[in-house]
């Protein structure tokens, strides 16, 4: 018989270790601390807006046409092979998706928190043609999960995913302005919050976090 108890300091050591390993996935998580970095992510927040437009209208466009300077382009082509190839890794050997568009953002830090979340991600499917990229959409976009748990523990505020992606529209904006609006009045005065828009394409992932949520009790008979 286990003489330790829910929540006595032995299982609640183990637990606690086993949440940080799993904090520990992929060292930097980007979807907590998000940095661009040009060498394996695509800037879209400064895509041509011809290209852009044809992308939000049509769920698809070529990188060119997205990304029309020759200089900036063959370097947006290197980083998208650099996406692809890690999208087909981590895809074959893990089952896991990891080619999204990282869509606004949220900083915490001028509350001392070292948060800098995306806000959406939208699923991309990238595929090679000649010499170039079809920049394809995969699929409905979803919230960052880590953004919904840092906002509750952080601040005990609690949104509902549904509820935000209810401002998207069909064909519009990446990151509706109504969706930021909606955000900043639930962080109201509790959060100097800095809210913007980004459109990051790269590879990202919300496994970590979703296994962090399989684990949030300590009370599970089998381990007790």
């Not at 082509?77 to 990282?102: Q, Y």
Request: hydrophobic fraction near 45%; glycine fraction near 6%; charge should be negative.
């Amino acid at each position: 018989m286990n003489e330790n108890t829910p929540g006595t300091p032995a299982n609640r050591a183990v637990w606690d270790a086993w949440r940080s390993e799993i904090q520990a996935i992929g060292v930097t998580n980007p979807l907590i601390t998000y940095d661009f970095d040009a060498f394996c992510q695509i800037d879209l927040d400064r895509a041509h807006p011809g290209g852009m437009a044809q992308f939000v209208s049509t769920g698809s466009s070529p990188l060119s046409n997205l990304v029309r300077d020759p200089l900036a382009f063959s370097k947006a082509l290197a980083a998208a092979k650099r996406i692809d190839g890690k999208t087909h890794k981590l895809r074959d050997h893990f089952g896991i998706e990891t080619c999204f568009i990282a869509a606004g953002l949220i900083g915490l830090e001028a509350d001392g928190f070292d948060l800098r979340m995306p806000i959406l991600l939208w699923p991309i499917k990238l595929i090679r043609t000649a010499d170039d990229y079809e920049v394809r959409q995969n699929g409905a976009p979803l919230v960052n999960p880590a953004l919904l748990d840092n906002l509750e523990v952080c601040y005990g505020i609690n949104l509902n995913e549904g509820d935000l992606l209810s401002k998207i529209q069909p064909r519009s904006d990446l990151v509706p302005v109504s969706l930021l609006e909606t955000l900043a009045a639930a962080l109201g005065v509790k959060a100097k919050a800095e809210i913007k828009n980004i459109l990051a394409l790269g590879n990202f992932t919300t496994v970590p976090t979703q296994m962090l949520n399989d684990i949030k009790t300590i009370d599970v008979p089998l381990l007790n």
